[in-house]
Structure formats: structure tokens, C-alpha cells
């Protein structure tokens, strides 16, 4: 009976399976061949539902597996009429799912052998370069706002997270661009008074409350703008950007301390030097690898001191 089900079903019977397993017993480069097939096919099926999630043939697929379970359930429990139609039905679906998905498809196609084909399989661009680009659309904004003369406060965050201040805004989540940020602090925007917290190379959230400094050597002179980025500096690893609505100038807050009045090459390199180079760059392996060789050299001499000591020991006995 059960042999019946299965050719019924699938096309195979039990007996095939067993002797299929058999023989993957006896062939273990087969088992393993198995097992990357099988891991490709399941890893491309997710990331073309992940794909047709986000489009209007989500509903399309879930009806057609539907259709296959069903045609599955009716093979098994011999519906011969039903099982005929629905079997006819998916012979030509392929013809139909062509035409239903052709812009998908054809999207598709025109992604091979260009950059989308990699973030298709999960490949973007390294940490790294995706940062230093984001620091130049970072520099863009700023400039731009400090033209207008135009208040705005960017939070960059290093290795200590800002969750906190992050759960005081509105969440964005949203790609960095030049563009986006400008409208932010547009004074006719609603997210314009507060701070922009960029997190993991996106804009996580705006309007967000940040803690006053109350550091007395800070000039009167500068507003609650430049307290609240020397706060978050001092409370944090983070490094912040501000514009001045006053004076259009723009400064940098680290460490708790203000860099009044930055021009665009030198925000640029100061940025790239303490968020890209310093966690990217090749210093600190540099210096690793001279540790190393230090404490290398260290053993060594021990070694050849001890030895040293042992061989006077043996000539005094």
C-alpha cells in the first residue's frame, strides 16, 4: 500500500528509496554531492521567495503551491477526475507562469553579470567601502545645510551602541543619501529638531533626544546643539557632526571635545580616519603583527638564556 502511494504521488515507490539510500551508504562522495545539491537548490529558493515577497506574485505563488499540494492529495486518495484536470492544469502552468512572470523574469535576466547579481546572492560591498561612501554623502549634506545655513546634528555611532537614543525618535531605517538627509532638517519637516543617529550604514532614526554636556569649558557662545553633541560624545564612542544654524558653520564632536568650524576636506579626513581607518584600516594589524614578533623575540632570548643556565650548571657539576 505504502509502495502504491508513493508511485502514486511522487513516481517512485518505497523500494526505490531504499535502494537509494543503499547505494548512498556504499558512495559517500554521492552523499556528500547529495547534500550540496541539495543545500544549492533550498538556498535559491529562498532568496527567489524573498524576492517575490516583495512583489505582487507573492499571492500568485502561494496559489500555485496550493495547487500542487492539492494535486498531491488527490493522487493519493485516487480522485482520478479531479487528479487528471489539476495534472493538465500544471502541465501547462509553466507556459502560463511565463507569461504571468514575464517583467519578473525579465528583471531578472538583466541583473545577470551586473553588480545586482551579487547583492542577489548576498555578496555587497565590503564594510569597509559602503562606510567611506556614506561618509562622503555624509560631508555632502553637511556642506549643503551649511550653505543654507540650515541647524542640524548627525550622530554617527562607532562601537557603542545608541539603542537608547535611537528608541527616543521617529525610526527610519533608510539608506544614507545626501538628499535624505537635507530634507530631515528641513526646517519645515517635522524630524528637522532633534538628531539623525546613523547605525550600521543607515539612517536609523531622526528627531532623536540627545544628553546635554555639562562641561563648563564649552563656550556660551554655543548653543544647545553643540551641548547636546558634546554630551553624546562624552557619553559614548560616537562621533557628531554639526551644523550651526547661526553661523552655517559646521563642527565635530569627539571625545567630548568641539572642533569649532570644519571645512569640507578636513570633515572628510577626520571622519575617514576615526571611522574607517581605525576600524578597517591595516594600523592595528600592524601593530598586532610587531607585538607579536616582540613577544617572539622575547621567548627566544628567554630560551636561549635558560639554555645558557643549564649548560653552566653541567659544566660546574
Request: with cysteine.
Amino acid at each position: 500500500m505504502k509502495n502504491t502511494l508513493f508511485r502514486g504521488a511522487l513516481g517512485f515507490t518505497g523500494q526505490d528509496i531504499a535502494n537509494y539510500l543503499n547505494m548512498l551508504k556504499d558512495n559517500p562522495i554521492k552523499m556528500v554531492m547529495l547534500i550540496i545539491d541539495i543545500a544549492i537548490v533550498l538556498f535559491l529558493a529562498i532568496k527567489l521567495l524573498q524576492i517575490v515577497k516583495e512583489t505582487r506574485a507573492w499571492q500568485l505563488i502561494k496559489g500555485i503551491a496550493f495547487l500542487v499540494i492539492f494535486t498531491l492529495i488527490s493522487s493519493v486518495l485516487e480522485l482520478h477526475i479531479l487528479n487528471y484536470i489539476l495534472t493538465s492544469f500544471m502541465t501547462y502552468g509553466v507556459i502560463l507562469l511565463i507569461i504571468i512572470f514575464q517583467p519578473e523574469l525579465r528583471r531578472a535576466l538583466e541583473q545577470l553579470g551586473t553588480s545586482k547579481l551579487t547583492r542577489f546572492f548576498g555578496i555587497d560591498k565590503d564594510i569597509a567601502t559602503k562606510t567611506k561612501e556614506n561618509i562622503y554623502k555624509i560631508v555632502i549634506a553637511a556642506t549643503e545645510l551649511a550653505k543654507s545655513k540650515t541647524g542640524a546634528l548627525i550622530v554617527i555611532e562607532r562601537d557603542i551602541k545608541l539603542k537608547d537614543i535611537v528608541d527616543t525618535g521617529i525610526a527610519i531605517d533608510g539608506e544614507i543619501s545626501p538628499q535624505l538627509l537635507v530634507n530631515i532638517f528641513n526646517p519645515k519637516t517635522p524630524l528637522h529638531d532633534g538628531a539623525v543617529i546613523i547605525s550600521e550604514n543607515k539612517v536609523k532614526a531622526a528627531a532623536c533626544l540627545l544628553p546635554l554636556s555639562d562641561d563648563k569649558n564649552i563656550s556660551k557662545g554655543l548653543g544647545t546643539r553643540h551641548r547636546s553633541a558634546a554630551g553624546i560624545s562624552q557619553e559614548s564612542d560616537a562621533i557628531v557632526v554639526i551644523v550651526s544654524e547661526e553661523t552655517g558653520k559646521v563642527s565635530i564632536a569627539k571625545d567630548g571635545t568641539l572642533i569649532i568650524d570644519v571645512k569640507e576636506d578636513a570633515l572628510r579626513q577626520i571622519l575617514i580616519k576615526n571611522i574607517v581607518t581605525k576600524r578597517f584600516g591595516n594600523e592595528e594589524i600592524k601593530k598586532r603583527k610587531a607585538r607579536l614578533k616582540e613577544k617572539m623575540k622575547d621567548l627566544k632570548k628567554n630560551k636561549k638564556s635558560e639554555e645558557n643556565k643549564e649548560d653552566t650548571k653541567s659544566e660546574t657539576k
